[in-house]
């Protein structure tokens, strides 16, 4: 099973070996451990701080769940098919490592190994934190993308998703009619993947911005608003005096100034 975003699991994905081009942090494997994968191959989003892009992995290892990544510069994130056809791994987790995987094996190849190797669906029924948090008057912080929803229009995002669309396509950058958004860049990547989002809001009007991965860790917003760091920025943020090297609550601050 190939997918853009862990997001789209679909009851299918019950007891299958998936490959999903979110990144691997801890929120989107225990998205999928949570729907019940037997193994799942994400996107090592450039390591980045704390090695949160890949922290998943060691989290599904823990829970015997066999989990790779794909190197951030041999495919692109949130392009599952692209992952499929020339992604190679950068990070194994030791169950996945028992079955045959090891780093620099291509994405296909892994995904076929997990694939015949007859897993039982992840036994997962914990939760994770709250994943939605008010960080001030009008702006929400949210660890997924995939959260935002009719309530966040008119609002600034701060989001700990990748910055990457789904599958290339625009109308994936966000689902609202937002009022900012602020993603992480996933170590940019190859074909600039981690920064794709950002042509797509600027023609829906919409300021964004990336986060170096190094300066916050992927998956958590929490992180992006303290931590964050400026790497990109889209001309209706430009316009509004955003600049790279800022951090989130200055970028935040501008957008708030200059509605």
Same mark, same amino acid.
């Given at each position: 099973?190939? #997918? @853009?975003?862990?997001?789209?699991?679909?009851?299918?994905?019950?007891?299958?070996?998936?490959?999903?081009?979110?990144?691997?942090?801890?929120?989107?494997?225990?998205?999928?451990?949570?729907?019940?994968?037997?193994?799942?191959?994400?996107?090592?989003?450039?390591?980045?701080?704390?090695?949160?892009? /890949?922290?998943?992995?060691?989290?599904?290892?823990?829970?015997? /769940?066999?989990?790779?990544? /794909?190197?951030?510069?041999?495919?692109?994130?949130?392009?599952?098919?692209?992952?499929?056809?020339?992604?190679? #791994?950068?990070?194994?987790?030791?169950?996945?490592?028992?079955?045959?995987?090891?780093?620099?094996?291509?994405?296909?190849?892994?995904?076929?190994? #997990?694939?015949?190797?007859?897993?039982?669906?992840?036994?997962?029924?914990?939760? #994770?934190?709250?994943?939605?948090?008010?960080?001030?008057?009008?702006?929400?912080?949210?660890?997924?993308?995939?959260? /935002?929803?009719?309530?966040?229009?008119?609002?600034?995002?701060?989001?700990?998703?990748?910055?990457?669309?789904?599958?290339?396509?625009?109308?994936?950058?966000?689902?609202?009619?937002?009022?900012?958004?602020?993603?992480?860049?996933?170590?940019?990547?190859?074909?600039?993947?981690?920064?794709?989002?950002?042509?797509?809001?600027?023609?829906?009007?919409?300021?964004?911005?990336?986060?170096?991965?190094?300066?916050?860790?992927?998956?958590?917003?929490?992180?992006?608003?303290? @931590?964050?760091?400026?790497?990109?920025?889209?001309?209706?943020?430009?316009?509004?005096?955003?600049?790279?090297?800022?951090?989130?609550?200055?970028?935040?601050?501008?957008?708030?100034?200059?509605?």
């Amino acid at each position: 099973m190939i #997918l @853009d975003s862990v997001t789209h699991l679909p009851p299918a994905a019950r007891g299958q070996a998936v490959l999903a081009a979110s990144h691997g942090g801890t929120y989107a494997a225990w998205y999928a451990a949570r729907r019940g994968v037997a193994a799942v191959i994400l996107h090592d989003a450039g390591i980045g701080r704390a090695r949160a892009g /890949v922290a998943g992995l060691d989290w599904l290892g823990a829970r015997g /769940v066999p989990a790779a990544a /794909v190197g951030h510069d041999s495919a692109r994130i949130g392009d599952g098919a692209d992952m499929a056809a020339r992604g190679s #791994l950068s990070t194994v987790n030791a169950p996945a490592r028992a079955l045959g995987l090891e780093p620099g094996m291509g994405c296909a190849a892994a995904l076929a190994i #997990l694939t015949k190797a007859g897993l039982p669906p992840a036994a997962v029924t914990e939760e #994770l934190g709250e994943a939605r948090q008010e960080l001030a008057p009008g702006v929400v912080g949210l660890d997924s993308n995939g959260l /935002v929803g009719p309530l966040d229009i008119g609002r600034i995002i701060v989001t700990g998703s990748h910055g990457g669309l789904l599958g290339g396509r625009p109308e994936t950058a966000v689902k609202a009619a937002v009022a900012g958004a602020l993603y992480n860049d996933a170590g940019i990547g190859i074909d600039r993947a981690g920064v794709s989002r950002l042509p797509a809001l600027a023609a829906r009007g919409i300021p964004a911005a990336t986060l170096s991965c190094f300066s916050a860790e992927i998956g958590d917003a929490l992180s992006a608003w303290r @931590d964050g760091i400026v790497s990109a920025v889209n001309a209706p943020a430009a316009a509004r005096g955003a600049r790279i090297g800022i951090t989130t609550q200055e970028f935040v601050a501008l957008l708030l100034e200059h509605p």
